[in-house]
């Protein structure tokens, strides 16, 4: 197999797993494009948000997704994240995007339409993409499809410790509640709930640096390629 053939990493996972840390690393390392799937959900959201719509309003939901434009630009200092061509990529890690994104992500129009798009994104060329339902509904033919888990305990203190890191103010407590909360609604949603592709590879990151996690993903698509 030649080491130019196209290969798609499906990154799926809970809430705060390391998925997006572990694929930036992963596209930077194998130079693919690295598609964040939660920011889509995010940055739409905060659309929902700024226009006051309810987040249970499914007809003018789907009315906004179709003049609703989100892409991404790599850059030296991380990805860019833009809604309708407005740097949004600080604005969706508020609380206030974290709190209802899963509302909307319930939503099966606005899954469809941000699924269509994902597909489009991985056409043509090696990506990493991470999210819930990647390997299971976004690229189910990935050649290489991972599921990161680690305890609840493990993700809020992670993620308490990137909120201080930007700026947020961020209570550890509320935090484990809140991912709780989010696993209880990813994994127990109707369209495209939270599950571990068959063929996925469980990797449990509760214990393990990321640069650990980072060289078992390597080591699969290494393995891919010889055979
Ligand atoms: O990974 P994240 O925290 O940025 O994801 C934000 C929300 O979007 C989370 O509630 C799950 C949802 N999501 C999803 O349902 N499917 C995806 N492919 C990616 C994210």
């Given at each position: 197999m030649s080491n130019n053939e196209i290969i798609r990493i499906a990154i799926?996972?809970?809430?705060?797993?390391?998925?997006?840390?572990?694929?930036?690393?992963?596209?930077?390392?194998?130079?693919?494009?690295?598609?964040?799937?939660?920011?889509m959900y995010r940055a739409f959201t905060l659309k929902v948000i700024e226009q006051n719509i309810?987040?249970?309003?499914?007809?003018?939901i789907k009315e906004l997704l179709t003049h609703t434009k989100v892409s991404f630009k790599a850059t030296d200092n991380g990805q860019i994240v833009y809604l309708d061509d407005v740097d949004v990529t600080k604005k969706i890690r508020t609380a206030e995007v974290s709190q209802s994104v899963s509302h909307l992500a319930q939503l099966g129009e606005v899954r469809k339409d941000l699924v269509v798009r994902q597909k489009k994104l991985a056409e043509n060329h090696s990506v990493v993409m991470d999210g819930r339902d990647i390997g299971t509904?976004?690229?189910?033919?990935?050649?290489?499809?991972?599921?990161?888990?680690?305890?609840?305990?493990?993700?809020?203190?992670?993620?308490?410790?990137?909120?201080?890191?930007?700026?947020?103010?961020?209570?550890?407590?509320?935090?484990?509640?809140?991912?709780?909360?989010?696993?209880?609604?990813?994994?127990?949603?109707?369209?495209?709930?939270?599950?571990?592709?068959?063929?996925?590879?469980?990797?449990d990151t509760t214990s393990l640096e990321i640069e650990e996690v980072v060289e078992e993903i390597i080591k699969l698509v290494n393995n891919y390629q010889k055979k």
């Open positions: 799926d996972g809970p809430a705060a797993a390391g998925k997006s840390t572990v694929a930036k690393l992963i596209a930077d390392k194998l130079n693919y494009v690295y598609i964040d799937t939660g920011a309810e987040l249970n309003d499914e007809e003018r509904t976004v690229l189910p033919d990935a050649e290489i499809k991972v599921f990161l888990i680690a305890s609840v305990d493990e993700r809020a203190e992670r993620r308490h410790a990137e909120n201080l890191k930007n700026g947020f103010s961020s209570h550890l407590e509320e935090l484990k509640e809140e991912i709780r909360e989010r696993d209880t609604r990813d994994e127990t949603r109707k369209e495209s709930p939270l599950v571990k592709a068959e063929d996925a590879v469980s990797i």
